[in-house]
T-cell receptor, first 113, second 116 residues
Framework: GESVGLHLPTLSVQEGDNSIINCAYSNSASDYFIWYKQESGKGPQFIIDIRSNMDKRQGQRVTVLLNKTVKHLSLQIAATQPGDSAVYFCAETPNSGYSTLTFGKGTMLLVSP | DTGVSQNPRHKITKRGQNVTFRCDPISEHNRLYWYRQTLGQGPEFLTYFQNEAQLEKSRLLSDRFSAERPKGSFSTLEIQRTEQGDSAMYLC??????????????FGEGSWLTVV
């Protein structure tokens, strides 16, 4: 069936490095994509979103890239900090209406000092 | 605090008992969502309200689950005759109605349920 998934379950980086977290999606009807950060024992926290008519969007220290040709989404975190350690989820919603999100399984980012 | 508020944060119950979780969304958000998350997995959609109307329900929401949002503000999620498989974190989220960015779904901290 349609799904959103991640390539890497765990990513370990050194403080100050740039991190790239990847996500593949299979629903070509997906219109809107969101990255969430989830720390242990807490709810998902919105990071950044992007609509399917864009290929790049930048926030504070984060950039989301969307490649619709290969149905690939990535989250780039610049100058990664220990506080960035968490599980990162991509989520998608179809263009038929913004009612529900389909989440991938998540990637754990571990940042060493 | 203007975030999504959930309580209780933790609930341990015996199998067969009923439990109820409450969610207070961000003020003026007219959309409210319930998701369920188990360890190592992403959240799974359960149901969603627009104001007081329950517009969509996942097939994950068995007959033992019922959600209400009687006045279009807070919501409750009740699980009857709990089973061990119901053990999970139940997440509530809310969003305003329209516009990219304005459509962003904000999650609460979740309510952990352990059925023993």
């Amino acid at each position: 069936g349609e799904s959103v998934g991640l390539h890497l379950p765990t990513l370990s980086v050194q403080e100050g490095d740039n991190s790239i977290i990847n996500c593949a999606y299979s629903n070509s009807a997906s219109d809107y994509f969101i990255w969430y950060k989830q720390e242990s024992g807490k709810g998902p926290q919105f990071i950044i979103d992007i609509r399917s008519n864009m290929d790049k969007r930048q926030g504070q220290r984060v950039t989301v890239l969307l490649n619709k040709t290969v149905k690939h989404l990535s989250l780039q975190i610049a100058a990664t900090q220990p506080g960035d350690s968490a599980v990162y989820f991509c989520a998608e919603t179809p263009n038929s209406g913004y009612s529900t999100l389909t989440f991938g399984k998540g990637t754990m980012l571990l940042v060493s000092p | 605090d203007t975030g999504v508020s959930q309580n209780p944060r933790h609930k341990i119950t015996k199998r067969g008992q009923n439990v109820t979780f409450r969610c207070d969304p961000i003020s003026e958000h007219n959309r409210l969502y319930w998701y369920r998350q188990t360890l190592g997995q992403g959240p799974e959609f359960l149901t969603y309200f627009q104001n007081e109307a329950q517009l969509e329900k996942s097939r994950l929401l068995s007959d033992r689950f019922s959600a209400e949002r009687p006045k279009g503000s807070f919501s409750t999620l009740e699980i009857q005759r709990t089973e061990q498989g119901d053990s999970a974190m139940y997440l509530c989220a809310s969003s305003p109605r329209s516009g990219l960015g304005g459509n962003t779904i904000y999650f609460g901290e979740g309510s952990w349920l352990t059925v023993v």
